[in-house]
């Protein structure tokens, strides 16, 4: 992030204010010394101030050589007379505070608040600080690009990080505008919530050293924002360069551009990130019935992202890491991307026009531009397949994660700003997707769009709750939603949904009906209600061309079965059981398909002889919402117990075989490493991993040659090779040898070869250095720390671990950590991760504490060393004696732990089953 430098003359006091006794900085309490706000203090301080606008400068022009910046703000607001409140603040110094022109500048080291008593109607406060960028992507981040120097910052301000940028009330409902300005070296460019302004060079001929050049510093004097929450307010500064376009809106055009660092320009991808961009807009405009509400769009790739992207108003910033591709990227990747670019798109209306009142609300943003995204997506981009992907990657994860005892309802209990880093999951965003898709359609969609607009124009530029909407989606259908809200938001669980079905003896149905299985939560017998689902039922068989007789009179081999939709049907499933009268008299179809079209939020137990039919004929189930469903539906059947890992591994290759969606490609593959290292029976599993691989590599040399499935398969297939041959096989490819034609050798695909031959023993450090040496890039360096990481010994991993917990030197930075950790679980033999269980478990707190909340739970979360359950004797034991422990740790890393518990449990029980 940006370095800090001395206030420029302008802005420095030119005499102490007066210290008046009556506006006092009062001692701080142990809870500033967190500096974690709480929703109690939050909902006092919304009802003591109103109408704030802050006037921010920045000085960024020694970013070169400076870790600090300087910071300068006026707050201007109205207030409760005589009542007390505080502004929020995290700096390395604070040099001077005036409350109404008198000095209440603290004594002492800076805490997170400034506390401000004896309020007038109408106030002014001036802060002036020194404020550290960071490497962790919270506040302002500052990153070198190793390739020539360059310094390039960008901010990141969700959920409270506002204040480490400049002083503000930094919580959701305390809306304000934003005047900006920032102080720069000229070459860079600048770009903020309002339109960019043109640079002026200052008159003082002041030069700053970047990258080894002195350049003059420039001034940035942004336009006054519109209201918006602190955490949407943005800056990016260095020197990105754009293509740009300008986009129509219901209000006439608006420029718009997509930034990023000069060297990888070519990779933007502009046209296509401009055409989802304004097919978005023209879908949401009409959805909405409301005009674009901004100014400006601008779309920045910004490096070291903790996130996908985060809709700052008029100013996304998108992770360069994960959607900026340098290489050729799978359709899966490119069908993200543009989800990712609707999504944010939304979010203009649905969390930065109207925002949710507290964190509580969350989903309010992001459920909804989840669901948004992805059926935009699918209406108006050529990524028809949207709802698969969305169904397989995401809907399945929040399955997984709905099933634990940390699991939470889609409406959160925020208590803290600082609950809020275990709110950004699945259940957050796909459980709340996949429950707006329910609802809108139950309600119709046209008519769940009108209470949608109507919510948004009520609320414009403020602040609301989930009473608010369903205020406007019971006027605009005529329904109670009391008890749907209730049921399908405010508790946790995921329920199972299977056919139970009677024939006679010529295979006809004589009954058939839905059993719905209430959630099992893990430690709770909280009473759960059955839910209300919409949805429908498909009966499918199984059906092959005849055989014809060959022109020597041999017969050729039966046509590849398909599975057909014969009939679908639409229930309403309420309670326990729901018969379905519908289907009687029928014939018993080769598959039931409950939750046909994947409408609900529900797990499918197939009944048994659909089980039958499909780990029978895999590569029958070939349409990719099928496919999905049916695979989706073992994957669970094999990690809840009910399927031994072998069988669901024979049924995903089958399934890979046929299969088109390329998420579903990736997703699979994904779920057979799972399967083989966590779920196996430890003593089977080496070789049904050799197997696996074995059959994945057949996959790639039969797909089309240069195909997306190619490129999958092949990716699959280098994340679980665990032979020297299998590796060698790998490095073939790449030399452009043995029997795989058709492939793009490119800077990525190296790298993951040579990753997958360290796993394997066949490579090390000279073959990495030498790599290096081809690619010296930030990406270069992450993949390089990776590959180190994933080196087949306990010493590696010990090595690997230390690396991101306990560094010599200075700390990794964020996106370097997540390379390590993720070298650091790839694994051969799980069993090499044993020796790091004990040490792993004793450091993890300081770990905790030693860097942002956010990249330490995805640290964490990622290296719990699950795939030692079975190797490691005693793993559940030493989690459980950590939690008891450890009672007074943070509770987001406690939850973690937890959850790693109760997988590797769960891991035991799979690997029990024959």
Not at 638 to 651: E, H, I, Q, S, T
Not at 654 to 668: D, E, Q, Y
Request: proline share 6%; glycine share 6%; with cysteine.
């Amino acid at each position: 992030m940006i370095e800090c430098v001395t206030l420029p003359p302008a802005s420095q006091p030119t005499s102490p204010a007066p210290r008046s006794a009556s506006t006092a900085v009062t001692n701080t309490t142990s809870a500033d010394a967190t500096g974690d706000l709480t929703r109690d203090e939050a909902r006092t301080r919304a009802g003591v101030v109103r109408d704030v606008r802050y006037a921010v400068e920045l000085d960024l022009s020694a970013a070169g050589s400076d870790p600090t910046f300087a910071s300068r703000t006026i707050v201007r607001f109205a207030a409760t007379p005589g009542a007390a409140t505080f502004l929020d603040l995290i700096a390395a110094s604070v040099h001077r505070v005036t409350l109404n022109g008198h000095d209440i500048t603290p004594d002492g080291e800076p805490t997170a608040r400034l506390h401000l008593t004896d309020l007038a109607a109408t106030n002014e406060v001036v802060v002036e600080a020194t404020c550290d960028y960071v490497r962790t992507g919270q506040g302002l981040h500052r990153f070198v690009d190793p390739a020539d120097g360059e310094v390039y910052l960008y901010s990141q301000l969700a959920e409270m990080d506002a204040r480490r940028v400049f002083a503000c009330f930094d919580q959701p409902d305390v809306k304000a505008t934003l005047d900006l300005t920032v102080l720069a070296p000229d070459h860079w460019a600048v770009i903020s919530n309002s339109d960019a302004p043109e640079p002026t060079t200052q008159p003082d001929a002041r030069t700053r050293e970047v990258a080894s050049r002195a350049h003059r510093v420039a001034r940035w004097t942004f336009a006054t924002t519109p209201v918006m929450s602190t955490y949407l307010m943005a800056v990016v500064a260095g020197p990105y360069v754009c293509d740009e376009t300008t986009l129509s809106t219901a209000n006439g055009t608006i420029p718009a551009r997509v930034w990023g660092r000069p060297a990888l320009r070519e990779h933007l991808a502009a046209p296509e990130v401009f055409r989802a961009t304004q097919a978005g807009l023209d879908f949401y405009e009409r959805a909405f019935d409301l005009a674009f509400p901004y100014d400006s769009y601008d779309q920045v790739y910004v490096p070291e992202y903790n996130l996908g992207a985060m809709e700052n108003v008029g100013c996304v910033t998108i992770s360069e890491d994960t959607l900026l591709f340098r290489s050729r990227p799978t359709r899966a990747e490119e069908e993200f991307r543009t989800v990712v670019v609707l999504h944010e798109l939304a979010h203009m209306w649905f969390g930065d026009l109207v925002t949710m009142r507290w964190w509580d609300d969350l989903w309010l943003n992001e459920s909804f531009a989840e669901f948004a995204g992805t059926l935009t997506g699918e209406r108006v981009t050529e990524h028809t397949d949207a709802w698969v992907s969305f169904g397989v990657r995401r809907k399945s994860v929040a399955y997984r994660i709905d099933q634990l005892s940390t699991s939470h309802p889609v409406i959160g209990d925020v208590p803290s700003v600082a609950a809020t880093t275990g709110a950004f999951d699945m259940i957050t965003y796909a459980k709340g997707a996949s429950v707006l898709r329910q609802l809108a359609h139950t309600l119709g969609e046209d008519v769940f769009f009108h209470g949608v607009g109507a919510y948004l124009r009520a609320h414009r530029e403020g602040n609301a709750t989930l009473t608010e909407l369903l205020v406007e989606l019971e006027r605009a259908s005529g329904r109670d939603l009391t008890e749907w809200a209730r049921v399908w938001l405010a508790l946790p669980g995921v329920t199972t949904l299977r056919a139970e079905v009677e024939t006679d003896a010529d295979g006809v149905l004589t009954r058939a009906e839905i059993v719905e299985g209430l959630p099992q939560i893990p430690g709770s017998d909280a009473a759960q209600p059955h839910r209300q689902h919409r949805l429908r039922v498909g009966g499918y068989v199984l059906r092959t061309d005849d055989d014809q007789p060959a022109p020597d009179g041999e017969h050729t081999s039966p046509a590849r079965p398909a599975l057909v939709r014969a009939w679908v049907e639409d229930v309403a499933v309420h309670g326990p059981t729901t018969p379905l009268p519908g289907l009687v008299g029928r014939a018993a179809p080769d598959l039931l398909l409950v939750n046909d079209d994947d409408l609900t939020y529900a797990k499918v137990v197939l009944d048994s002889r659909s089980l039958k039919t499909v780990l029978h004929h895999p590569e029958a189930v070939v349409e990719p919402m099928l496919q999905h469903l049916v695979l989706t539906s073992l994957w669970h059947a094999c990690r809840d117990g009910r399927l031994a890992a072998p069988a669901y591994v024979r049924a995903a290759l089958g399934g890979l075989a046929v299969a088109t969606s390329s998420t579903t490609i990736a997703t699979t593959c994904a779920n057979l490493v799972t399967a083989v290292q966590r779920y196996a029976a430890p003593d089977g599993a080496a070789s049904l991993g050799v197997d696996v691989a074995d059959a994945l590599w057949q996959l790639v040399r039969d797909a089309e040659p240069g195909s997306d499935a190619q490129l999958q398969l092949l990716r699959g297939y280098l994340a679980i090779a665990g032979t020297a041959e299998q590796a060698e096989r790998a490095l073939a490819v790449v030399r452009d040898e043995g029997p795989v034609r058709g492939v793009t050798v490119d800077v990525d695909l190296r790298w993951a070869v040579l990753r997958t031959a360290v796993a394997c023993g066949v490579a090390g450090e000279v073959e990495i250095a030498a790599e290096l040496a081809r690619d010296d890039t930030a990406a270069g360096r992450r993949r390089a720390a990776g590959a180190r990481a994933a080196a087949p010994t306990p010493e590696a991993k010990l090595a690997a671990w230390r690396d991101i917990a306990a560094p010599d030197g200075e700390p990794l930075a964020n996106a370097t950590m997540y390379a390590v950790a993720d070298g650091l679980t790839r694994v051969v033999d799980p069993a090499v991760l044993a020796p790091l269980v004990p040490e792993w478990f004793a450091t993890i707190r300081a770990f905790w504490d030693s860097t942002s909340p956010n990249v330490a739970k995805r640290v964490v979360a990622a290296t719990f060393p699950v795939e030692a359950a079975g190797r490691e004797p005693d793993l559940v034991e030493q989690a459980e004696a950590w939690l008891a422990a450890n009672a007074d740790a943070p509770r987001v890393l406690r939850s973690t732990v937890q959850e790693g518990l109760e997988e590797t449990r769960r891991a035991l029980v799979a690997q029990g089953v024959a």
